[in-house]
């Protein structure tokens, strides 16, 4: 069951903060976040891997609810370089490393 | 982190033929992955690479169709069989790391199948 992420797009303006949430149906082991820039490859930018971590790069930190099988993104004083489309991937198995990638939250930030 | 490559970046192919794309890792890596992302929208798990063995396949996804060869920890090929326009896609590799579980995808291949 892919996870469901929320908005489905925003739009900022640079400076403004935004959340995405990532919710699973399934109970989850560990979460990924994901940047990805049009036309390129998805970039790596954090795990969470125990209920209720988190974790911060830079000025974006995430967060992971275990009980609530939910984890969120925070982009705090959003810079351009940060628009693109957020992913978040969950694994649902201890040990596992295949993980299911959730519906994405395209972000935009305007100057 | 690991650096990924992918052959080719993109094709144009005509239904019913065959492509296969290569990835290769700069490293060993026991995790290696294929998923596929149409225009839009998020990725789908094809399969993971097994080195050694046969690959394991998600739902909605078969051999016949994706076969997979590991013949080693840095290499791996998809071929996308019988090809028709609903297999327009990107394919993209991975490769999670052991220690870590941090996932990184290789560049991508575009392909259009008219």
């Known amino acids: 069951q892919q996870p469901v992420q929320s908005p489905q797009a925003v739009i900022l303006r640079e400076g403004e903060d935004a959340v995405i949430n990532c919710s699973s149906s399934?109970?989850?082991?560990?979460v990924h976040w994901y940047r990805q820039k049009h036309g390129e490859a998805p970039v790596f930018l954090m795990i969470?891997?125990?209920?209720?971590e988190q974790k911060g790069h830079e000025k974006i930190s995430a967060s992971f609810n275990e009980k609530k099988q939910q984890s969120s993104l925070y982009l705090t004083a959003s810079q351009l370089s940060y628009s693109g489309t957020y992913f978040c991937?969950?694994?649902?198995?201890?040990?596992?490393?295949?993980?299911?990638f959730g519906t994405g939250t395209r972000l935009k930030v305007l100057a | 982190s690991a650096v990924i490559s992918q052959k080719p970046s993109r094709d144009i192919c005509q239904r019913g033929t065959s492509l296969t794309i290569q990835c290769q890792v700069d490293?060993?890596?026991?995790?290696m992955f294929w998923y596929r992302q149409q225009p839009g929208q998020s990725l789908t798990l094809i399969a993971t690479?097994?080195?050694?063995?046969?690959?394991?396949?998600e739902s909605g996804f078969v051999i016949d169709k994706f076969p997979i060869s590991r013949p080693n920890l840095t290499f791996s090929t998809l071929t996308v069989s019988n090809m028709s326009p609903e297999d327009s896609s990107i394919y993209l590799c991975?490769?999670?790391?052991?220690?870590?579980?941090?996932?990184?995808f290789g560049p991508g291949t575009r392909l259009t199948v008219t």
């Open positions: 690479a097994n080195q050694g063995s046969e690959a394991t396949y």
């Open positions: 991975s490769v999670v790391q052991a220690m870590t579980y941090e996932q990184y």
């Open positions: 991937g969950t694994a649902s198995t201890s040990g596992t490393y295949k993980y299911i």
């Open positions: 490293s060993q890596v026991t995790m």
């Open positions: 399934k109970a989850l082991y560990s």
């Open positions: 969470l891997l125990k209920g209720g």
